[in-house]
């Protein structure tokens, strides 16, 4: 789908201190991600975010607190390439806000592929997850900037930290199959797993879901949770039914296509997607609400215009994007919404 030049087509989650630990701040969702999302086109970097943010949640409604989370937005590739030395500070003052903490998940993009970093701060050793077993040279980069990090942080924080960081590849975990662009998904439901098993059975030596599960299976459950965390707690903030006010403002503009204004409609009417926490450490989809065949069926006529976007965009706030502030009922910032996320603090 390709929205008019003058249409909306992104709001903004408004992200608090506590949540990445990096100020206030304002996530950026685009609608064309959601539909993408549903084609099982390439997740963009926003939508690992709000993953993350999932997942915080989760953590928090559980008691969990040994567990951290970066957001990818931050430790990236091309933030390394563009803000090398910015980007070191900022994961030095990452691991010192979590230092308390027993495990840290990242996920990293790193030439247009999404692994799981995986930080065992008690063994003092990093793992890579990844869906392809990518060569060992790939992730040199991070992880010499990572060591930097390392060093600087044992300066900071003068506890029994060993003196370098430890590094596992090749983790016997599920694998996408050739010539497919998923390993977003992957990283989102290995990141979910492991956050069970640390709250579940402590046993981290494996990832507990089959090697190799058809994507329709836990990929499917992927997209209906993250589209129902949108949906329910990003533009339902208080999960009251309210969610759509951002969507009649859609769906009532006269710039909104046929084809959206129906798929903007059934969304509004759409139940909570990712239902409640999956008690089993295993991949999940039999706790998971579906999502009406009707929203489905929209999605499917929704297809994006342009190519595949592996993960990292430059987020401009374009001027014809629009965003409703939920808790002003108002535009605010030349119209750009920015709806409130609840932290569930």
């Not at 989102?188 to 090697?211: F, G, P, V, W």
Request: with cysteine; net charge negative.
């Amino acid at each position: 789908m390709e929205m008019s030049a003058k249409g909306r087509e992104m709001f903004g989650v408004r992200i608090r201190n506590p949540d990445f630990l990096q100020g206030e701040d304002v996530l950026w969702l685009h609608f064309k991600d959601v539909f993408d999302l549903y084609h099982l086109d390439a997740l963009d970097v926003s939508l690992l975010s709000a993953w993350i943010l999932m997942e915080i949640q989760r953590a928090r409604r559980r008691g969990v607190y040994d567990t951290g989370f970066i957001d990818p937005r931050k430790i990236n590739t091309e933030m390394i390439d563009k803000y090398e030395k910015d980007t070191e500070d900022n994961l030095v003052h990452l691991l010192t806000q979590q230092h308390f903490k027993t495990f840290i998940l990242l996920p990293y993009n790193t030439e247009f592929h999404w692994v799981l970093l995986f930080f065992d701060l008690d063994a003092c050793r990093v793992t890579v997850y990844d869906s392809m077993n990518k060569e060992e040279k790939i992730f040199d980069k991070v992880f010499q900037l990572i060591d930097r990090a390392w060093d600087r942080f044992r300066q900071l924080v003068r506890m029994t930290w060993k003196e370098k960081l430890g590094r596992r590849f090749h983790f016997p975990c599920a694998k996408q199959d050739q010539r497919t662009n998923l390993c977003g998904y992957y990283v989102c439901e290995y990141a979910h797993c492991l956050s069970n098993q640390i709250y579940t059975t402590r046993e981290l030596d494996h990832i507990d879901m089959k090697d190799n599960l058809p994507y329709k299976d836990f990929i499917t459950a992927v997209q209906e949770q993250l589209m129902g965390f949108i949906n329910e707690e990003v533009l339902n903030p208080d999960g009251q039914g309210s969610k759509s006010l951002l969507l009649r403002e859609l769906i009532s503009d006269d710039k909104t296509g046929a084809w959206e204004r129906k798929f903007y409609s059934t969304l509004s009417k759409t139940p909570c997607l990712y239902g409640s926490t999956p008690r089993s450490t295993k991949a999940s989809t039999t706790n998971v609400d579906k999502a009406s065949s009707q929203t489905l069926h929209l999605l499917d006529h929704l297809r994006t215009v342009g190519g595949s976007r592996q993960g990292i965009r430059n987020e401009k706030m374009e001027r014809h994007s629009a965003v409703f502030d939920l808790t002003g009922y108002g535009f605010e910032e030349e119209g750009y919404p920015v709806v409130d996320y609840e932290s569930a603090l």
